[in-house]
Nanobody
Framework: QVQLVESGGGLVQAGGSLRLSCVAS????????MGWYRQAPGKQRELVAT??NYADSVKGRFTISRDTAKNTVYLQMNSLKTEDTAVYYC?????????????WGQGTQVTVSS
């Protein structure tokens, strides 16, 4: 059963904007801290944003938000750079008794052209 579904990726020119969406199942959304990660070719997956933290590389340009009524988390990406090109993944993290459990979406491709 697919519990996290990302959308909104695509091709955009440098300086442009995109908004990514992640729809979670109600059971996952209600029990999880939501966030966004990305993975560029040849690089490790890295944290982009949570509701309380942003990667230094995206501060001032990206904004994470949520709509609890829709069980959805968004990533508004402005002033995009070619370095932002990556597959972006939605993450849901549950922590119970000190143990974390991560759920991942399938990923959505973001390509920023010069």
């Amino acid at each position: 059963q697919v519990q996290l579904v990302e959308s909104g990726g695509g091709l955009v020119q440098a300086g442009g904007s995109l908004r990514l969406s992640c729809v979670a199942s109600a059971s996952i959304f209600s029990r999880s801290a939501m966030g966004w990660y990305r993975q560029a070719p040849g690089k490790q997956r890295e944290l982009v944003a949570t509701l309380s933290n942003y990667a230094d590389s995206v501060k001032g340009r990206f904004t994470i938000s949520r709509d609890t009524a829709k069980n959805t988390v968004y990533l508004q990406m402005n002033s995009l750079k070619t370095e932002d090109t990556a597959v972006y993944y939605c993450n849901a993290r549950q922590i119970v008794l000190g143990v974390s459990l991560d759920y991942w979406g399938q990923g959505t491709q973001v390509t920023v052209s010069s």
